[in-house]
């Protein structure tokens, strides 16, 4: 079992920065890749970003990217996104995930078995 908590969402106006930080316990965070997704009211949740177990690798949706970094700190066992320039688009539920199955993809969230449980960023024009 892997146990995850997001920190560091809120209200935000346009243009402005946020960052996400997402603790984890249980099994050993640095074997996996994790990720972030979000989720607006009445839609699906969507990929935002992913890193490799050991950062080596990021990737990134296209509508974040020049604009969000993804991080971790294995020692800590923590995760992290960096938000800045953010948009009133980017208002959702974000969530971290770690990533315990390689069959669908880094951006499919059938590859994420433990989850947290959602920070809400919300950004006003």
């Known amino acids: 079992q892997v146990r995850l908590v997001e920190s560091g969402g809120g209200s935000v106006q346009a243009g402005g920065s946020l960052r996400l930080s997402c603790a984890t316990s249980?099994?050993?965070?640095?074997?996996?890749?994790m990720g972030w997704f979000r989720q607006a009211s009445g839609k699906e949740r969507e990929f935002v970003a992913a890193?490799?177990?050991?950062?080596?690798?990021?990737y990134y949706a296209d509508s974040v990217k020049g604009r969000f970094t993804i991080s971790r700190d294995n020692a800590k066992n923590t995760g992290y996104l960096q938000m800045n320039s953010l948009k009133p688009e980017d208002t959702a539920v974000h969530y971290c995930?770690?990533?315990?199955?390689?069959?669908?993809?880094?951006?499919?969230?059938?590859?994420?078995?433990?989850w947290g449980q959602g920070t809400q960023v919300t950004v006003s024009s």
């Open positions: 995930a770690v990533r315990t199955t390689v069959r669908y993809g880094f951006d499919d969230p059938r590859d994420y078995d433990y």
């Open positions: 249980g099994r050993t965070f640095s074997n996996y890749a």
């Open positions: 890193i490799s177990w050991n950062s080596g690798n990021t």
